[in-house]
């Protein structure tokens, strides 16, 4: 299918405005409805759940706890506008579903109620200094950021105050802090792209890479992109292909001829491309404009289910076949809306009772990512309820004894512990592809099952 360079640019633009919601910054809380969840995590194997007003009167507390009403409040520092608002919206939406899920019943462990304070960062890492310093200090922790730029730019502060961050980040650099928990229900981008040349290879039928492949990377010159060029090198090391490209771009170019051209002139014919929507939008349409087609694996947070539209120019089956002619290989792609597994049922149900309200495209695999970020957030709550103890210090020290959940989302058993090697939450991994969002409500069809590649148990984060 041949797109010109002026309906892929016409075509990005598309995206970001159908992408855009309302601006502003919200405080919220959620709702108390009677309903009766089904939880979403199992409890930790040190986990004692509190039964009486003894364990509330004994609990050891400093900021973001309210003694009267037992409210715990947690900051959530969102992309509602800037560069992804697609993203960012979604993940907000799974985490307030979450949380409005818990306070239906009461709170945590049916006596904690979850007050959610939200501010929006932009996805801009000098915004995100300011709308943290807005709410730090009356708030327990941070239940969600988004960005790992944007994360990078508060997590020492946070650290000298005992605050601890759930990343809206899948960098596996997190796992040297002491105080950024990753997701319970994802991998990291180093994994991602570990894994993936892996399965191209060894599992792929007909295989992706080849002897005869000449493959490359393009790649956003931050810390996102960075875990990904470490990832794809581990693999380099590890495996024996021709890995003959490499190519950065900054956050804010929009005009990716430069890289594209680079590619096709060294004849890559498998791209690795580490971005956000709109920059890996760009690419494809550039890439299409001059006729060029290899194999594309993006990473997690690349695919958007807007862009097929995007591309097609509102013509979703026109999107589909332009990403198919590459063909374009998703990573980190979570199990689909439609599982069978208990923990997808009861965020469907979930959804269904707290956001029926929200529109169809809100509802994705970034909404999945908020979700299960918020069930990680009680995971770790509920341990250090159980240590009587849920102030900053105690929180803390709750990470290391968070252990053995199971999200019951096909991503396995997760916890934490004292070693970053025990901060990586699951090193597997599942492909998917484009798909229309008719079949497949977060747009992407698993063509994999969940794998590691073998040499992932000998990764250490710390070197």
Known sequence: MKLTRALALFAVMALIVAACGDSGTTTTEAATATTQPTATTQPTATT????????????????????????????????????????????????????????AAGGINGMYPVEVVVRDNAYNPETNVVVYNEIKDEVLAFSS???????????????????????????????????????????????????????????????????????????????????????????????????????????????????????AAAGVDVLFVCALPGALATMLGTAAAVQYSPAVFGSSPSY????????????????????????????????????????????????????????????????????????????????????????RAGLLSAIDQTMGIDLQVGAGIAGWGPTPKDRIPSNQDSIGIPASLADRAFGLEPISDFFEAPYMAGWDPAG
């Open 304 to 391: 958007n289910v807007a862009l097929p539209a995007a591309l097609g120019a509102g013509d979703e089956a026109a999107g589909l076949e332009l990403f198919n002619s590459f063909p374009f290989y998703n990573l980190g792609t979570s199990a689909p809306f439609e599982a069978d597994f208990p923990g997808m049922a009861t965020l469907r149900d979930d959804l269904a009772t707290y956001g029926a309200d929200l529109p169809p495209e809100v509802v994705n695999a970034f909404f999945y990512f908020g979700y299960t970020q918020g069930a990680t957030f009680e995971a770790l709550l509920q341990t250090a309820i159980a240590n009587g103890d849920i102030s």
């Open 48 to 103: 004692q759940t509190p039964d009486t007003t003894e364990a509330l009167m004994e609990m050891v507390s400093d900021f973001g706890f309210d003694a009267e009403t037992n409210t715990i409040k947690l900051g959530v520092l969102a992309a509602i506008t800037g560069p992804i608002p697609g993203i960012g919206q979604s993940v907000l939406a799974g985490h307030q579903v979450y949380w409005e899920k818990v306070n």
């Open 145 to 263: 950021t988004l960005g790992t730029p944007t994360t990078a730019t508060i997590y020492e502060a946070a650290s000298t105050e005992d605050i601890i961050i759930a990343a809206g980040s899948l960098a596996s650099q997190w796992a040297l802090t002491d105080n950024v928990i990753l997701n319970l229900g994802a991998n990291s981008y180093f994994a991602q792209f570990a894994n993936a040349p892996y399965w191209a290879m060894e599992i792929a039928d007909p295989a992706v890479i080849t002897a005869d492949s000449v493959v490359g990377i393009i790649y956003q010159a931050d810390d996102y992109g960075a875990d990904c060029l470490n990832g794809y090198n581990f693999a380099v090391d590890n495996l024996d292909f021709n890995a003959a490209y490499e190519a950065t771009y900054a956050a804010t170019d929009t005009d990716f001829s430069g890289q594209i051209g680079g590619a």
